[in-house]
């Protein structure tokens, strides 16, 4: 009778591991891949300096690679579409990482260990022990112990052969499912429910985006359909935007907070109605959203870079620094070093 005990004991847990690893294996997987996720975007912010701080830091650091790279194409995709810009950026840096940085892989292993982790527990009979232990996982793994419907717990009367029977699957389960990290080329990305990048872009880009009407500068506000005025801590020549005298093929590179402490107009949305730039705001409904103070605050950064791309500009908006224009002496004094130290006043 012992025997014939011991054996249906046996088979019964044997019968439970099996269906739990069968039933485990996907959602460990799944597991594994949410939590790395979030830990791999996590590692990148805190080590990386592009990614420490908000979107103006991110700003600044890829403002500067523009510089040194000196990519008119790079650049003109910035102006043109900067959120768009922002996100290519992020996912770019992430790919390159979980390519190359083998640290990421380990993260991977830590969470299978953790999340097939078996723990001792107080209790002496098998079903209570494998409620508890289901009610683990079910905070992990999204699991049930509605998988076990059918099998009779209640033939269960070793609960040290249970939790060693479990223990022998388990790390069964373990050796099968480490080669989907044995190197970063095994990580599958389309297994991500939400991609490190696309945790990084939630955390940096989820701001406001609304573009100077005139310089086509980021609203520097950290907080989407925030109260209040759109505003720029630093305001570009109008030429980074194309903009130009009316019926000319001339380059408007006057800055923002210069133009509204002027006496000049400009043409709206190429309207025929003439709108004083200190009074911006009367021009529609996109300008009156914008606090443009008058002052001389400028970023050497800009007037530099509208030398060094003069010719890439002049083809690509078809519009010449000449005349009012023309670019002046004093920007083209400006040097590289010049350029980037202005960046650390963002």
Request: one cysteine or more; aromatic letters at 12%.
């Amino acid at each position: 009778i012992i025997f014939k005990i011991h054996c249906k004991d046996t088979t019964s847990a044997v019968a439970v591991a099996d269906i739990l690893c069968m039933k485990l294996k996907p959602r460990i997987l799944q597991a594994v891949y949410n939590q790395s996720a979030v830990d791999v975007a996590d590692t990148i912010r805190r080590n990386s300096e592009a990614f420490r701080g908000n979107k103006s830091n991110l700003e600044k650091h890829f403002l500067k690679s523009l510089a040194k790279s000196k990519k008119f194409e790079d650049f003109i995709k910035y102006v043109h579409d900067p959120r768009k810009y922002f996100e290519n950026f992020i996912t770019e840096h992430v790919k390159n990482q979980l390519g190359t940085n083998q640290s990421f892989l380990q993260i991977f292993k830590n969470n299978l260990k953790a999340k097939l982790a078996l723990k001792n527990r107080k209790e002496d009979k098998a079903n209570v022990w494998l409620d508890s232990f289901c009610k683990k996982l079910a905070d992990k793994l999204e699991f049930s112990m509605k998988v076990l419907k059918g099998i009779n717990l209640g033939e269960i009367f070793n609960f040290d052969n249970l939790k060693e029977t479990m223990k022998r699957a388990l790390d069964g389960l373990t050796e099968d499912l480490n080669p989907e990290f044995s190197s970063l080329s095994s990580i599958q990305m389309e297994l991500f429910r939400e991609t490190p990048a696309e945790i990084l872009i939630k955390q940096l880009c989820d701001c406001c985006w609304v573009r100077c009407p005139f310089c086509a500068a980021i609203c520097s506000r950290t907080i989407r359909n925030h109260d209040g005025d759109h505003s720029v801590s630093f305001h570009r020549p109008t030429a980074v935007s194309g903009f130009h005298y009316r019926n000319t093929d001339v380059f408007s590179i006057i800055i923002c907070t210069t133009a509204v402490s002027s006496s000049e107009s400009f043409y709206p949305d190429s309207s025929d109605r003439l709108v004083k730039y200190k009074k911006y705001r009367e021009a529609g409904e996109r300008f009156a959203c914008w606090s443009i103070t008058p002052d001389t605050s400028e970023l050497p950064y800009w007037k530099w870079l509208v030398c060094q791309f003069k010719n890439e500009l002049e083809s690509h908006y078809k519009y010449k620094f000449k005349k009012r224009g023309e670019i002046p002496a004093a920007w083209k004094e400006l040097t590289e070093e010049d350029a980037l130290g202005s960046l650390e006043k963002i």
